[in-house]
């Protein structure tokens, strides 16, 4: 009776004119208020919740803009600080007061009209905080070389689990522990490892455990100058050479005589590193150096001398089943949570298949959500690896529309842990005419962008290090070349495969290439490929040139991207009379007559000196 006496006060004194007027004219004039005041009360839990999640995440944000800002402050960032930390002193006490009013409530003295006040009040905090939090998107310009506000050590999505806690205070102690100079964290793909990190780098932070903090990504094909300019940038250190022999010799020095406790962080280690390589100082080198490492392999792992090794597990089935139900927006839809535990279970405690299929079924009908528990059920694949790759792929055939499934396709051809321009997206999109009644770019770029959006929503893809950039996590890269070769004959040909593509039969059905121009450009002679739409090959800077005739087999292509440094196009390129994208790196300008005879071009991009790829 409280609860809807409270509901009525706050109705009368904000509707009173609907009260004294006709009900059959106004019934629906009362609906909607009656519904949201009720809200407040109903939905003072998940209030409550989401104000403090979004809070902790501008705080989080804030840390970032703090360290990672450069130069002269800009007016705009000093007062979005200043009002951060206002709404901050404001949670503060709100928070505390909610606790009152909590305290209150379990000792048998219920007052509706404070909880219904403090989820009103939480609802429009929440909004004030995700104004705050978008203002950053305007900083990306002024902040540190090569990282996003968005993305650097940022943890959206991480939930306390009851799990974990243990082994983030094993993985915490060890950080303390001065006795300890490399530890690593260790778990199957998909277990959260990486995130879990981020935390722990935040807390770092927070604390001052560490005056510096670096990370880099190594991957499964380790790129030692990219790793080597990572760490390098967080030490604000300026590698000058570009031999990888003499800029190991400067990290080094740079890290032996930097005088401050530093942390470096090794992401996604596949194999044993040589350290010496990089320019990473030995064990007795490290005073008052840490190095931390995730990887999938703890064997790798001893190779490289870790001192401690900590395993990180799935997800317990309760702990599982609430994350589901929380990325899939269900907590309130009853005949859904049987279906829900089900899924949940089927995903096997990994957080990354868990919270891809909940995104892809967020908002999606009943025979949805059973056909997908039945894929499920169905899937003969084995192994904790496996599982997740099934998984993922089903995330992937949960998208409705075809135009995001290209553009997710599309983001594999790229190389591991790489920054993916949305530009090369609106580019390859166009010449291949992917995006349905589009004509103009500027359209294609509008669309391509929502599709993103719809990506990042189902978590297939991730904020980028750089401003309109995306990228991938490295096992649904996986998955989307495995879909790519399977169900469109598009093909990245990764470094193991270089040398037996050719052999192979089914590539004169290929549509779509990715390659690296490494080991196989006098292959290249003499081939066909009469389905051939896309060609991308990539590699490191000033390569020699391509075959002169490499094009001649290749006449139905609409999409070339050469992402080396060429000294000379091939003469064959003016066969290409279907091409309509074409986006090129030079290093001389005489390419205009070749280009000349592409009747049918409409997109050109040149750039001249060394790539980024």
């Not at 919740?49 to 002269?72: I, W, Y």
């Not at 929503?457 to 401003?467: K, Q, T, Y």
Request: proline letters at 3%.
């Amino acid at each position: 009776m409280e609860i809807l006496i409270a509901v009525a006060s706050a109705i009368a004194v904000e509707i009173p004119k609907a009260l004294v007027a006709p009900v059959s004219r106004h019934i629906k004039a009362l609906v909607a208020p009656i519904s949201r005041h009720i809200g407040y009360l109903t939905g003072y839990e998940l209030n409550i919740k989401d104000l403090k999640e979004k809070l902790q995440k501008l705080k989080d944000k804030k840390t970032v803009v703090d360290r990672h800002v450069a130069g002269p402050t800009a007016d705009s960032i000093i007062q979005w600080k200043k009002k951060v930390d206002d709404i901050s002193k404001k949670g503060n006490e709100f928070f505390q007061n909610e606790m009152n009013v909590n305290k209150c409530f379990n000792t048998n003295c219920p007052d509706p009209m404070s909880r219904y006040s403090l989820s009103k009040k939480a609802e429009g905090m929440t909004k004030t905080v995700l104004d705050l939090l978008k203002q950053t998107e305007e900083f990306g310009d002024m902040a540190h070389p090569g990282i996003n506000l968005g993305s650097a050590f940022i943890t959206e999505g991480i939930r306390d689990f009851r799990s974990r806690e243990s082994i983030k205070n094993e993985v915490w102690e060890a950080l303390k522990d001065d006795n300890l100079s490399m530890i690593s964290i260790c778990g199957t793909g998909g277990v959260g490892k990486t995130t879990m990190v981020k935390e722990l780098v935040q807390r770092v932070e927070r604390e001052k455990l560490f005056d510096v903090v670096g990370m880099a990504v190594v991957s499964q094909t380790p790129n030692i100058k990219k790793i080597q300019g990572d760490i390098a940038s967080w030490l604000n250190l300026k590698l000058d050479d570009e031999n990888e022999l003499k800029r190991a010799g400067e990290l080094r020095q740079g890290l032996i005589n930097h005088g401050k406790r530093i942390l470096i962080i090794l992401d996604d280690v596949w194999s044993e590193l040589d350290f010496e390589k990089i320019g990473l100082p030995s064990r007795g080198e490290r005073k008052g150096h840490k190095i931390m490492l995730t990887s999938r392999n703890m064997d790798e792992c001893n190779k490289m001398e870790s001192e401690k090794n900590i395993t990180m597990k799935v997800l317990e089935k309760d702990e599982a089943r609430d994350l589901f139900r929380e990325m899939a927006g269900i907590s309130n839809v009853q005949d859904l949570h049987q279906t829900a535990t089900e899924i949940a279970d089927e995903c096997g405690g990994l957080p990354l298949a868990i919270v891809t299929i909940a995104k892809g079924l967020k908002n999606k009908g009943r025979n949805k959500w059973d056909d997908t528990l039945q894929r499920l059920k169905n899937s003969n694949l084995q192994g904790v690896s496996r599982d997740v790759f099934s998984r993922i792929e089903l995330s992937y055939k949960l998208l409705e529309d075809e135009e995001a499934k290209s553009c997710f396709l599309l983001c594999s051809l790229f190389p591991e842990d790489f920054n993916v321009p949305v530009e090369d997206l609106v580019r390859y999109g166009m010449g291949l005419r992917l995006f349905k009644n589009v004509d103009k770019v500027h359209h294609a770029r509008t669309r391509v962008y929502n599709l993103i959006d719809e990506l990042k929503e189902s978590f297939l893809l991730l904020e980028g290090d750089r401003h309109d950039y995306v990228k991938m996590h490295d096992i649904v890269r996986d998955v989307a070349i495995s879909i790519a070769s399977r169900d469109k004959q598009w093909h990245t040909l990764q470094s193991e495969a270089k040398m037996k593509w050719l052999e192979e039969d089914g590539y004169k059905h290929c549509i779509v290439i990715s390659l690296s121009y490494e080991k196989i450009s006098d292959q290249l002679n003499d081939l066909e490929y009469p389905k051939l739409e896309l060609l991308q090959i990539w590699d490191d800077c000033w390569s020699p040139g391509l075959p002169n005739n490499v094009y001649a087999g290749m006449k139905e292509l609409k999409v070339l991207a050469l992402s080396s440094s060429f000294t000379s196009l091939p003469q064959s390129l003016d066969v290409l009379r279907n091409l309509r994208t074409l986006c090129l790196e030079v290093s001389n300008e005489h390419w205009g007559r070749a280009i000349g005879a592409l009747v049918k071009l409409e997109i050109l991009e040149i750039r001249y000196g060394c790539s980024s790829f």
